[in-house]
Nanobody, 114 residues
């Protein structure tokens, strides 16, 4: 059962940008802490970014600080991950997560290649 839905992945050249979005499947994301993870082939999922329920506090993995920005739009019930300055090593499947309910999406592929 899919609880979250990601979109916005794709193929981009190094230095390019993508914006990922996450929506709840039939429920609002308002008031929930939200996270973005990514998974490289044959590796565990790793936390990329998180945002608190109020949208006032964010945390990032060191590898994406200064390049990625997590945000939330509670009016439209969307959590986004703006990814700028993409590098080939950012290539992975990106997942949206609601940690308090252990909800996940199916993931969206991001490929950075020239």
């Amino acid at each position: 059962q899919v609880q979250l839905m990601e979109s916005g992945g794709g193929l981009v050249r190094p230095g390019g940008s993508l914006r990922l979005t996450c929506r709840g499947a039939g429920f609002s994301l308002r008031s929930w802490r939200m996270r973005w993870y990514r998974q490289f082939p044959e590796k565990e999922r790793e936390l990329v970014a998180e945002i608190d329920s109020a949208g006032t506090a964010t945390n990032y993995d060191d590898s994406v600080k200064g390049r990625f920005t997590i945000s939330r739009d509670d009016i439209n019930s969307i959590v986004s991950l703006q990814m700028d300055g993409l590098k080939p090593e950012d290539t992975a499947i990106y997942y949206c997560n609601l940690p308090q309910r252990d909800y996940w999406g199916r993931g969206t592929q991001v490929t950075v290649s020239s």
